[in-house]
């Protein structure tokens, strides 16, 4: 039994192909559009799937959308209609558009479908999950548990922004749910909007923010904006904000009641936006471990299965894990909407064809998230030597020692080996590398290799095997969706001076052995690296380690800033010449940056639009 598991038409479209149950492919189709968060029809990303599957789209059994568009379409009519007249303008422009992509969807699906196999009768194949057992579906069949509570939160799905699912075996049932417009996705992408970033993509940069402010506001939020139940129900107070109706996220209330109107994107930021976003992350976790404390003590199940965008706020994830209610917590790596298309498939196969599901024996069924495209070597010579890139090719043990002290030398490489990460972190398939130890490493990477913001943090990737002895957690975190505090053994104390620093200043103090990963509150987010599921990577780090005695790279991701990650060897080694990176090594080929015709440069600085 063949499943295609698809994602489209809000945000991160994606495809993912199960073959009795098991995930073969996955990927989002931005990775080959190269257009950031690409939300149309991921027809490229559908035909990777079936290439690695090997078979035809007629082959295809099953075809699972990941939400159901009508009941989208009741909610936003009805959502418009108890507003009326406010909010005509933004109805009148947007109806069009919904007509087409809502109340037509199974048209417009089946339409793509045929495009691309046209004898095949798609109706007769083609169902719809909900958005949330999308999610849960996501986060709990691949997990490393035969029982879990499943907590999905997020923007909104048709109805639900927050709902609770218990899974047995190869049964999932939600059995709790709160609906828009009291959304904890949507308070936070409010904020997100109101410090002058892009909603659905800022929302990093507020929670990278969080660290150099003060929870100043969080009680005016929580007197004024959010009504928080102490068992984490919530509702949201519709008169500060304008997402139902308008074409903001927030309203002249919400302003007037923090003083000022929303930054401008080129403002500069100012230790009163630190402040906020310290608040609402302050708040956030706050409904979080509310939710989850009350409903661990509801259920009294002890495993935790966590899917939706709210999911990948990594500091909530790791206050969760640190507080205990929960003996285990796994994270879906794709959680936000491009997981939906993994979920859906997987909902189908479990749910509607009542398929079994085999015992985990303690291991997650993600495969690491390496589900996208692998190159062969002999391909990527070829796709390099075409574009003009000059390169050798060494033998593997040569390759690992020669990238080791590269980034023991304090040199930024590009690290593309085996299959694309699935999901928005890279994991040491699509990568930047640095060496943690350097004091000037973050900012580097900052400003002349991802061209953004000198306050974004870094992650760092650490030998399993080594993790307790270098932060305060020893237990898996392979997808990089936990953040723990840097062990105290590594920590460099302030002075009294440094101490006293505020907002970016606090940038400038070192503040452990590893300072290019820890953050101003001396926290980290955690990639723990394995042998089993990528051992080249794992044998790098292993390197380094040899070399330097430092188990840990700073990796992110292989892009700049509004890019996506890079897909192929062409985008790789554009990335190289458009950016201040050192060296690239990918598959067995080594580049040097150096050693390239400086005819090949490219100015990526202002290629992409501002993320």
Known sequence: MVILGLS?????SAAALLRDGEIVAAAQEERFSRRKHDARFPVNALNYCLAEAGITLAEVDKVAFYDKPFLKFERLLETYLSFAPRGFKSFRMAIPL???????????????????????????????????LSHAASAFFPSPFDEALVLTMDGVGEWATTSAAIGRGNSLEIFKEIHFPHSLGLLYSAFTYYLGFKVNSGEYKVMGLAPYGEPKYAQTILD???????????????????????????????????????????????QREMDLAASVQAVTEEAVL???????????????????????????????????????????????????????????????????????????????????PVYAQADIEARLAAAGARFRVLGDEELIETAASLLASENVVGWFQGRMEFGPRALGGRSILGDPRSPKMQSVLNLKIKYRESFRPFAPSVLREHVAEWFELDQDSPYMLMVADVA??????????????FGIEKLKVPRSAIPAVTHVDYSARIQTVHAETNPRYHALISAFHRKTGCPVLINTSFNVRGEPIVCTPEDAWRC??????????????ILLKDDQDPAARLDYKNAFEKD
Request: aromatic fraction near 8%; proline fraction near 4%; charged fraction near 25%.
């Open 290 to 372: 509310r939710m989850t404390r009350a409903l661990r003590e509801e259920t009294g199940i002890e495993n935790l299965c966590l899917a939706g965008g709210v999911a990948l706020n990594c500091v909530a994830n790791g206050k969760v894990l640190r507080d205990g209610a929960f003996k285990h917590v796994w994270v879906q790596p794709a959680a936000g909407d491009a997981g939906g298309a993994l979920g859906a498939a997987l909902a189908v196969h479990h749910l509607t064809l009542d398929q079994p599901r085999a015992s985990s024996n303690g291991a997650d069924r993600m495969c690491g998230a390496y589900l996208g």
């Open 98 to 132: 919904w007509l087409r992509e809502k109340l037509f969807q199974k048209d417009l699906l089946t339409k793509e479908l045929k495009k691309i196999a046209p004898e095949v009768n798609w109706l007769d194949r083609l169902l719809f999950s909900e958005h949330h």
């Open 224 to 270: 004024h904006l959010i009504d928080l139940k102490p068992d984490g129900s919530y509702r949201l107070d519709q008169s500060c904000f304008d997402y139902c109706t308008g074409l903001t996220m927030t309203n002249a209330r919400f302003a007037a009641l923090f003083g000022a109107p929303p930054r401008q994107p080129d403002d500069p930021l100012t």
């Open 488 to 501: 105290k053994s590594r920590r460099i104390g302030a002075t009294a001076e440094e101490a006293g620093l």
């Open 576 to 589: 190289l010449m458009g950016t201040e990176m050192d060296a690239l090594v990918i598959g067995n080929c």
């Open 8 to 12: 489209a038409y809000y945000h991160d």
